[in-house]
């Protein structure tokens, strides 16, 4: 099958080919599928006749090669075997943890009952920050060889380069995008010089975290890459104002329980997000052949929405060029929060959507 007919295959997916996939593994259901809420694979919750359910994720053709799944597979299998609360792929009877379906790849996994956090408390940045720690101990001992490097080359500049050879940039602000994104990633390159890069998470956001029955459960493993280890505590806790630096500082001391943490990475959080900035808006242009993204975002790509792009981006470069983000090596009580007047909103309101 050629690339062009997997997409049409990806973007179409039917209930009878879901049925049929999770059949075809041995499983009686109900003939009771739902779609889950993800815009870069497509996943469904799967009812099954003994009252159970289990879900079956196809993943985005092209996206990631069968290895870095599978890279993905095995860091879940080892932190399961750590005992550290991750929801893993199902295990098929012949070993295997992916199969095709219409040379789509999927894969199974358990229906995970709970409910993410809106916020956390102190108690619960403890243990999350003692997880957390345990989780990149595990990752730091794997070799794995396929997953992404969290770098600018892979992150900003692979974004602009695509905005820009597909013309989504306007010509009245995409000199001065392009300008900010490289005095980013100048920056990202000086502060990240010396700092350990490990496999990590890749999207820890609150969404990706589930509170059960038995405590904590890591889930969405899909983005995972070889980074910082604070761009998992970043995301988990990311706002910028007093409160989440102090949630930031308690978070480190309970992760330093488990594995050091280089202190001065915590530096790295305010150009880190502002790769998300722009990685963000070349997410949605490289998937904008896909049905789902123009109804998801149908403002993308408007004048309007370059130029509050270009604003954001602007502000948030202003603010790391203030030093005030510098804040790795002083003491929490001497941190000082920003002014109203130079905190800029952060307008990118979908900015934790599944990629």
């Excluded at 003939?31 to 993800?38: D, E, Q, S, V």
């Excluded at 380069?161 to 995409?174: K, Q, V």
């Excluded at 920056?187 to 999207?203: F, K, L, P, Q, W």
Aim: hydrophobic letters at 45%.
């Amino acid at each position: 099958m050629t690339e062009a007919n997997d997409d049409a295959f990806f973007f179409r997916i039917t209930p009878d080919r879901v049925l049929a996939a999770v059949e075809a593994e041995g499983f009686l259901t109900t003939g009771h599928c739902t779609a889950l809420n993800a815009l870069e694979n497509r996943v469904y919750d799967v009812r099954l006749e003994d009252g159970d359910a289990v879900v079956i994720k196809f993943y985005r053709p092209g996206r990631w090669s069968r290895e870095a799944i599978l890279d993905e597979h095995r860091m879940l299998f080892a932190l399961r075997d750590a005992e550290i609360p991750v929801c893993a792929p199902l295990v098929f009877d012949d070993g295997a943890t992916l199969r095709t379906c219409d040379d789509i790849l999927f894969a199974l996994w358990p229906r995970m009952g709970g409910r993410s956090p809106e916020e956390l408390n102190d108690g619960e940045i403890d243990v999350l920050g003692r997880l957390l720690a345990r989780i990149h101990d595990v990752g730091a001992a794997l070799e794995l060889k396929h997953r992404p490097r969290l770098s600018p080359e892979t992150l900003p500049l692979a974004a602009l380069e695509l905005l820009e050879a597909r013309d989504f940039l306007p010509e009245s602000i995409a000199a001065r995008y392009s300008e900010l994104v490289h005095e980013l990633v100048e920056i990202y390159r000086e502060r990240v010089r010396g700092i350990e890069h490990i496999a990590i998470h890749g999207d820890c956001h609150c969404g990706n975290l589930l509170r059960t029955d038995d405590g904590w459960c890591f889930l969405d493993f899909d983005d995972m890459m070889i980074g910082p280890a604070v761009h998992d505590m970043w995301m988990m806790l990311p706002g910028r104002d007093g409160a989440a630096r102090e949630q930031r500082a308690r978070l480190v001391d309970a992760y330093e329980q488990f594995r050091p943490f280089p202190r001065q990475s915590l530096d790295l959080i305010e150009p880190l997000r502002a790769f998300r900035f722009v990685f963000y808006a070349g997410w949605i242009a490289k998937r904008w052949d896909d049905p789902a993204f123009p109804d998801a975002f149908p403002h993308f790509g408007s004048e309007a929405y370059w130029q509050g792009e270009t604003h954001d981006l602007a502000e948030q470069l202003a603010f790391i060029r203030s030093g005030r983000d510098v804040l790795a090596d002083a003491p929490t009580a001497d941190r000082t929060e920003p002014s109203s007047e130079a905190e800029s909103e952060l307008t990118n309101k979908d900015f934790f959507w599944d990629l």
